[in-house]
């Protein structure tokens, strides 16, 4: 896996074979840092199903306060570790072992972009929604990818979507839909 923009542009971050990981393609990821604004400057982001870290690792290299991956499986944690460890070790990434629903239940802390990637059709979005008003600030944005579209998560609504193979992937804001692709 590639990182396509920021400080870390062109690096090459490697990750374990494991079932049910699909890393963002970097097609996707440049899509979603377009809707997202090129620079993540002061923002505070949750990758809560970090899999490859390809969302986390990205919006660190483009300038994140922070950038939390949560990750369950033993295998994506240690290689999510020891990419952070090939970047630098760098202070803005904190990279979790935990059930993502555990986390999202149990941290104080809020995020401004939360980084959705759960595996499919196992009920995460139902079992998250909940957790999203207290998890993330008044102004946050979601990304999310899922088996099939997503009209909202709660109060977040699609504003933008796409496919990727079989892959839907959307950017949400609190408000109004207006899936303009």
């Known amino acids: 896996?590639?990182?396509?923009?920021?400080?870390w542009r062109r690096r090459v971050l490697r990750f374990p074979e494991a079932e049910g990981l699909r890393p963002t393609p970097d097609?996707?990821?440049?899509?979603?840092?377009?809707?997202?604004?090129?620079?993540?400057d002061g923002r505070h982001c949750l990758d809560l199903f970090a899999g490859s870290g390809a969302l986390g690792f990205e919006a660190a290299s483009r300038g994140a306060a922070s950038v939390v991956m949560v990750e369950r499986a033993a295998k994506p944690f240690a290689a999510l570790r020891d990419n952070a460890t090939l970047l630098g070790g760098d202070s803005r990434l904190e990279i979790v072992r935990a059930d993502a629903l555990e986390f999202a239940r149990s941290t104080n802390r809020r995020f401004d972009v939360l980084f959705l990637d759960p595996p499919f059709?196992?009920?995460?979005?139902?079992?998250?929604?909940?957790?999203?008003?207290?998890?993330?600030?008044?102004?946050?944005?979601i990304y999310a990818e899922a088996e099939a579209p997503l009209a909202a998560l709660?109060?977040?609504?699609?504003?933008?979507s796409g496919r990727a193979g079989q892959v839907c992937y959307h950017f949400m804001r609190r408000g109004e839909s207006s899936d303009a692709n």
């Open 154 to 160: 709660g109060e977040w609504q699609t504003q933008r």
């Open 1 to 7: 896996m590639r990182i396509i923009g920021g400080e």
């Open 27 to 40: 097609r996707v990821r440049e899509t979603l840092f377009n809707w997202l604004g090129q620079r993540l």
């Open 121 to 141: 059709r196992q009920g995460w979005f139902e079992r998250l929604s909940p957790l999203l008003p207290r998890l993330l600030s008044d102004d946050a944005v």
